[in-house]
Structure formats: C-alpha cells, structure tokens
C-alpha cells in the first residue's frame, strides 16, 4: 500500500464498505475485551468475519485498508453534459465486437464483475474505451487485435 | 471423522470429472476440475506473494472453488448458445460469447443458485466451523468481496488461459482468439497483466 492509488467507487459501493468498515471496528473492539461475537454464531455469517476470526493482525490491516481507501476514495459522478459523449468512469458503453453487440459499465475495481458486465478501468478494454467517443473505433492488442466499436454511451444519473 | 471421511470420498469425484470446455471441443484426454484446482491454487500462492495477499486464505479459496461440481454441471459461457448441430460448435467457439444484459445477469444468478445448492448438499455433515469457512470463502470467490476473492477469480480465469494455450499449441484444434479476449475484458489486478505478457511471449511471440 505504499503508492498512493485512488479508489473510485459509485455512491452504492462507498455506502457498502462503510457498513463493513462499521461491522470490522465492532467486532475488534469484541475481540479486544474477549466476548464472542453473537454474529459468528449465526449461519448467515459475513465472509469477513470468518477470515479474520482467527487473526487479530489480519483484521487490523482490513480495518486499516479499508481507511486507506476512505482516504483516497473519489466517488464516481457523471460529467458535465458536454462531456456525456466521452467515454468516463461510471459510463455504460454500447460497444461491437466480432459483429456482436455488448454492453459495458466502467467501473473501478473494487466493483467490477465482469460477469455481469462490469468491466475495472484498470483492465485492458477498460483502459483503451476511456476517452473515447461513439463511432470511434478502438484496438485493443493483446496477441490478438480486437476493434470494439462505440456504438452508445450513457451516464446514469 | 466419519463425516469428513465422506466428503473427501465425494471431493475425489473431482479427480475423475474432466473440464466440460475442452470435452465440448473435443480435446484428448482432458484436464479434469481436480487438475485446474490443483494449479489453480498452485498459480494463487506464488503469484499472490507478489500482492501481500493471505496467502492461507487464497490457497483455501482455490481449493474449494469448484467444488460445488461435485454435484452441480461445469458450466460453460456457451451453454445457453450452443446449436443443436454439433457441426455449428467450432465455429461459435471462435468467438467469445456476448449477451444483454438481462441475460448476463439472468444467468449469473442462475449459476450462482444452482451452485450454491451443490455446495450446501456437498458440506452439510462438515463440522459447523468448516462448513461455514468453506461456504464463506465461496461467497468471498463468487462475489469478489475482498482482494482475495477478486484476485482468486481472476486466477481461475488466468488458469484457464494457461491451459488453452498449452493445448492449443500442441494440437491447434480450436481457436485461441476467444479466451484473448475475454481475458482483457476480466482481468485487471497488475500482477496477474504482468503475468499474461509472460503467457503471450511465451505462446505467441518466436
């Protein structure tokens, strides 16, 4: 954690570690006077209470990294309306690939779910969309060179 | 003891089920989910240390993400495309399969449903605290909660590229241009991008 990175999230991402960052600071505080939590005896146990159970270290260097991004967090927000027709973090990006259509939200990483079509800025289509506007076309080269077309974008506000 | 003894004989069907995605494209004598998990977790450890991740934690997950296939189907991005005309499959699996969004998310729930189901009925005998451990490192993998669910997701993925390419360049029966794609689309974590540049130099480059 040594070089300062900024962590973007959307509003319901920040609202998400915030309740975990609340959840991490309760149970040390447990640990420390040596009760054992109601909530690990629960079955809808939280996978990171379980992780750290174990490992008072542990749990304080998820307490502190979770600071680290509140310090360096920057909640995603959609541009000004000149600049809705470039391609931004929190865009959603009609693109076609291989004469196939698809859809991508940019997101950071702490959010992204491919799966889901929620693509990190830091990946490699993530990076190569960002600045873009529709009709461009942009070469993503990996061993193979795939053009992903802009076909739309949005920002949902 | 009895019951752990159980799961393990259940968890050893893992050793005999081959990858559906190398099956599905008529690879010889394929990988099984053991084979991939074993260096799947193999993979997570030694390229783990470079991020200061758990690394306990990262080993663990690797070994038990799949193992909800003991019970559940491997599945595949193609499955819901696939045309009833086994001739048609080649050419489908030359591109890397794009969806709506509905549909992503229909299947996404889907699987994760179905695969939760398995994986309940794989460890209900554990002790309690190893069946909550196993099931919570699940939902970490799955949902990619903590650094290391996401980094472990993305293993599995980086995994996956490894072998193709290795059978690709033994027997070149399929197209390799497909999991290139995906994995630029999947994998941001920068150890792991590193690592691909090795892949890529390695494979492609003379």
Known sequence: MSEIKKFYLTSEGFEKIKKEYKNLKDLRLLKIRGEVPKIWQSEDLNPEYLSFREDLSFLESRIAELEYIFKNVELIKPPSKEKQNIVNLGATVGVEVEGQRDEFKIIGPLEANPSLGKISNESPVGRALLGHRVGDEVIVSSPVKTIYKIKKIRYLS | ?206
């Not at chain 2, 990858?19 to 394929?30: A, D, E």
């Not at chain 2, 909800?68 to 495309?81: G, H, N, Q």
Request: proline residues 4%; positive net charge; charged residues 35%.
């Open chain 2, 1 to 206: 003891m009895k019951n752990i003894l159980d799961f393990l004989i259940k968890v050893g069907k893992l050793k005999e089920k081959k990858r559906r995605g190398w099956v599905l494209r008529n690879v010889k004598n394929p990988e099984t989910i053991a084979d991939h998990t074993f260096r799947m977790a193999m993979m997570s450890w030694l390229l783990g240390e470079q991020r200061k991740l758990n690394i306990n934690k990262i080993i663990k997950m690797s070994l038990i993400h799949d193992l909800c296939e003991v019970y559940s189907e491997d599945i595949t991005p193609y499955d819901k495309l696939l045309p009833k005309d086994k001739r048609q499959w080649k050419e489908m699996f030359n591109k890397w399969p794009r969806l709506p969004k509905k549909e992503k998310e229909k299947i996404f729930l889907e699987k994760y449903k179905k695969e939760n189901e398995a994986l309940e009925k794989l460890i209900l005998k554990l002790p309690p605290p190893l069946k909550k451990e196993i099931r919570n490192l699940w939902i970490d993998y799955e949902e990619g909660l903590t650094r290391e669910g996401r980094f472990v997701r993305q293993v599995d993925r980086v995994e996956n590229l490894l072998q193709a390419l290795q059978y690709w360049k033994k027997g070149k029966q399929f197209a390799i241009e497909s999991w290139w794609i995906q994995i630029e689309e999947l994998v941001d974590d920068p150890i792991l991008l590193e690592f691909i540049k090795v892949l890529d130099k390695k494979f492609h480059q003379k």
